[in-house]
């Protein structure tokens, strides 16, 4: 048939290599697992922890405590509990050793409204001496042409009594009592509101009687 031309033999050989490389290539990837060249397999994402736990988890407040050092601090006319005389307390408080005062949260107030009212009650002396400041010997009352309205003495369910109490110099302690503007003079049942009018508070400490406020009571 002739000799052939010289490109044709090139173009043989390039065929015949091409196959070669296509077979080394295909062992070689065989061989390496499927995976491709110069890729690294991803790494396990490491696990912080639950980024919402913090969050979610409420703090809890710390309680609140009353202050014990503040004597004035306001507390209910007919206190739970009884009372414990303090170590050192001293002797007891005379009448004229302690001055007590009335005062309200307002001295001018609509009828059926409720309204706070308060005793102070103060060691005057240059003595600690101590004082049963118990419910029963304190009372708040309303009166009008001398004659109670409204106590807190009466339809009470409170029985707390002997709460002594050592009194520092020029020391007060504050009491209250909130009334609801209902009076119990004729008893605790069927009780109205005061009528409209002016009415004296006063604050009593077993024999010591305050000085009236004026309250205003308005339809």
Known sequence: MGQLP?????????????????????????????????????????????P????????????ITPNASDPTSGLPINPGGGGVTGAGAGETCTDAELSVTAAAENTTVRQGVP??????????????????????AQELYLEQNQAKQWSSDLCSSSTSSGDVRPMQPNIEHQFNQVWNGQGNAQGCTNRQFLKAGSYQLRARLGNIVSDPVTVTVNA
């Open 115 to 136: 309204v706070t009212f308060y005793i102070r009650i103060k060691n005057v002396s240059t003595r600690q001496c101590s004082r049963d400041l118990s419910a029963q």
């Open 52 to 63: 919402t736990t913090a969050s979610t988890t409420p703090s809890v407040p710390a309680p």
């Open 6 to 50: 010289p490109s044709v033999y090139w173009r043989r050989r390039a065929v015949v290599a091409a196959a070669v490389l296509a077979v080394v290539l295909f062992i070689a990837f065989s061989c390496s697992g499927g995976e491709e060249p110069g890729k690294k397999p991803a790494a396990n994402p490491t696990t912080t922890g639950d």
